[in-house]
């Protein structure tokens, strides 16, 4: 594992993002791990998460010109983003959208930079594909090309059919979804550390039982 894989899996756990127990899915299945990325909620923890984004960017090597994130989540998300890539170097526009028109001012349902170009979505986690669905419409209606999308936590689980939520976004618009942390970096960091042994053999069951290959 990657260095900053290993970082930010001891990051979301220290700052109660990654937690470890019995949780219920929306699917309704009884997960023994939870991820809640709006516990990145002070100025510290949300500069921190731009950084691991970005080293996730840059180590993937992704094509885009600039990034969009969606209302509400991705605001905070795709500005911590462009501020952390800048300070190192790669100084990229930015947008994102409201959930309703403005129909005053400058009007409309975007703000920051044109959507040009090729277009990074940003998100925390996939899990229908709506926020992807509606990104990707906003950046086709602006002229834009969606290159692809890069989230925090990829769980490899199986939605309704035998894909993942990541597997369909990628087969229904055909961009390439990577991740700063997938399930198998979580499972290969709980291997190293005794305390986390039955958290381990929860989540590896949990994998076993609702999994996919390989994205």
Known sequence: MSDFRQEFIKFAISRNVLCFGEFKTKAGRMSPY??????????????????FYAKAI?????????????????????????????????????????KEVKDHGE????????????????DDVISAGVSVGESVRHIHGSGAVPSGVIIALDRMERGNGELSAVQEVHLAYGIQVTSIVNLDDITNYLGTTEEMGSNLRAVKAYRERYGVGQQ
Not at 35 to 47: C, P, Q, T, V, W
Not at 80 to 89: P, R
Not at 108 to 116: H, K, Q, R, T
């Open 34 to 51: 939870f991820f809640n990325a709006g516990l990145f909620n002070d100025g510290d923890s949300l500069r921190k998460l731009g950084r």
């Open 58 to 98: 840059l180590a993937a090597q992704l094509p885009f010109d600039m990034l969009f994130g969606p209302a509400y989540k991705g605001i905070p998300l795709v500005s911590s983003i462009a501020i952390a890539l800048a300070e190192c170097g790669n100084n990229y526009p930015f947008c994102f959208n409201r």
């Open 107 to 122: 009007g409309g349902n975007l703000v920051g930079a044109p959507l040009a170009g090729r277009v990074l979505i940003v």
